[in-house]
């Protein structure tokens, strides 16, 4: 059912793109005559709170398809009350990160993963068909002209918020029939401070759930962050940092507050496995998950599953001491530790840095050696040659 309606709108949609398309070599650009401060110390600055000099405009309307890309200085958008966007949360978007290299130069990791995520998020909320190439292209351009704003300081970087609007001014409740797809980009610190690989906690609490069957938990679309908040706030009142998303009657686990989630542990035939929940259309497919497992599968001595996990098979591990390590994986920390899950109101203890987090550490490792281009990899993509 929700495949069969995906595709009708994908066809629909993508016959109105051929009209007019998303294309990169009709941008214009208009410069900043005041640039920005930027940050003396972006280890300091609060996450997304900065933003850099200029932003990347695209137009899209059902009558004539897409507008000359725009690239022009930060500002706020003039908008309708009726915006469908602000009524009906059409609306989605993308999280990535652009790292200046130990050589100097710019780059970005695996992005095209980016686009084909946003594009299927669009295709949900019933937004119009883009080339994703193309997209890429003029994001590459705005950071390029805004390349002086990605931090030279460790562990900061410059990152990188596509976000695509229904931006139709009335109240019908039915596919936009203007849009707009923009970038704006924010230099941001390190997720640890004090250079720490700190462990968080986690409530899991079954009474909430993120995603469901049917449902859009595996789109990155802004409905499902506003109703996460709550949660958040009753995890932190709980004195635990992050919520830990468990779903079904035999309580999954499926993911770590924003981020996917990954157990390695001892399974009960004595193999060293490395779990992380499969894409069932609960779980957001991470770029940082993808990339994890495929590192993992050529590490030895280890199986990687992507296979469902409960918090049954979890209570037991750790009972009978096999659970070593559990850790979130997404673009903003890399890997993040977890030392206490709050569960049917016990505190389970995690030892994942009991041991030194060997296999957390090792994924964070390669990964950031990539993503800094100490490692040359395919997946790191210069943002200019
Ligand atoms: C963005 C996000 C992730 C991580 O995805 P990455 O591509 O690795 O950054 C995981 N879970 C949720 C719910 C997310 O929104």
Same mark, same amino acid.
């Given at each position: ?99 200046? !290299?130990? *050589?100097? #130069? ?5 992005? @095209?993963?980016?686009?084909?995520? +946003?594009? &299927? ?126 779903? !079904?009657? *035999?309580? #999954? ?5 924003? @981020?996917?989630?990954?157990?390695? +542990?001892? &399974? ?118």
């Amino acid at each position: 059912m929700a495949l069969s309606f995906r595709r009708l709108n994908r066809i629909s949609y993508r016959r109105l793109a051929a009209l007019c398309p998303l294309q990169y070599n009709n941008i214009q650009v208009k410069l900043t005559e005041s640039p920005g401060e930027k940050p003396k110390d972006t280890s300091r600055v609060v996450f997304g709170s900065v933003f850099t000099d200029h932003m990347l405009e695209i137009d899209w309307t059902v009558e004539k398809g897409w507008e000359s890309p725009l690239i022009s200085p930060y500002h706020d958008f003039p908008m309708s009350p009726a915006t469908s966007a602000l009524h009906y949360g059409i609306e989605c978007f993308e999280g990535m990160k652009a790292y200046r !290299g130990v *050589d100097g #130069k710019v780059r970005l990791f695996r992005p @095209m993963e980016n686009m084909q995520r +946003m594009f &299927n998020s669009g295709q949900r909320l019933c937004l119009p068909a883009f080339d994703k190439e193309e997209f890429l292209k003029c994001i590459k351009r705005l950071v390029h002209i805004d390349a002086d704003w990605v931090p030279k300081e460790p562990d900061c970087s410059l990152y990188i918020r596509p976000t695509f609007i229904g931006y139709q001014p009335s109240l019908g409740v039915g596919p936009s029939k203007r849009a707009l797809l923009y970038c704006i980009l924010s230099p941001v610190g390190p997720y640890f401070k004090d250079g720490g690989f700190k462990p968080v906690s986690l409530l899991a609490d079954p009474r909430y759930v993120r995603s469901w069957p049917g449902g859009m938990g595996d789109c990155k679309a802004g409905g499902n962050y506003g109703a996460t908040v709550l949660t958040q706030v009753e995890a932190e009142r709980r004195g635990c940092q992050q919520v830990l998303w468990l779903y !079904g009657d *035999d309580y #999954k686990l499926t993911e770590v507050g924003t @981020m996917n989630m990954f157990i390695y +542990m001892k &399974n009960e035939q004595g193999v060293n496995e490395l779990v992380t929940p499969p894409l069932d259309g609960l779980i957001l497919p991470g770029v940082t998950r993808k990339s994890i497992v495929e590192l993992a599968q050529k590490w030895e001595n280890i199986q990687v599953s992507e296979r469902s996990i409960t918090m049954q098979e979890v209570v037991k591990a750790l009972e009978e001491g096999r659970l070593m390590e559990m850790f979130g994986a997404g673009t903003a920390c890399v890997v993040c530790p977890v030392d206490r899950i709050l569960y049917n109101e016990k505190n389970y203890h995690i030892p994942t840095m009991d041991n030194g987090a060997p296999i957390a550490k090792r994924a964070h490792k390669e990964l950031t050696s990539i993503q800094w281009g100490e490692t040359p990899h395919e997946w790191s993509v210069p943002v200019s040659d």
